[in-house]
């Protein structure tokens, strides 16, 4: 069954099988379809490695997440943490 606020079904379809969640697939699949694949395929950039975060930046990355349980770790728990979720 077509969804109306899908603009492009068969690319959100391909997503949902890759794993991405149902908004970030629709959110890519109707970019693509308003600007073309290739524009938003060099959209994104790279995310620094947490290795080079503080802690402090690390606690607030996990709290915005909504990860719970942060608190009490140490850098290379709380990296460990962030990229399971």
């Known amino acids: ?5 899908i603009k492009n079904e ?12 149902k908004e970030k697939a629709a959110r890519i699949s109707n970019a693509a ?4 694949t290739s524009s ?8 620094g490695s947490y290795e080079s975060w503080t802690v402090p930046e690390l606690k607030k990355r996990a709290k915005e997440l909504g ?6 770790k140490n850098k ?10």
Do not use: C, F, W
Request: glycine fraction near 16%; aromatic fraction near 4%; hydrophobic fraction near 25%.
């Open 1 to 5: 069954m077509p969804n109306s606020s």
């Open 10 to 21: 068969g690319l959100y379809e391909d997503l949902r099988e890759q794993g991405n969640s």
């Open 33 to 36: 379809a308003a600007k073309g």
């Open 40 to 47: 938003v395929g060099r959209k994104g950039g790279e995310s």
């Open 67 to 72: 990860i719970s349980g942060y608190s009490d």
């Open 76 to 85: 290379d728990q709380l990296v460990t943490l962030l990229r399971e979720h």
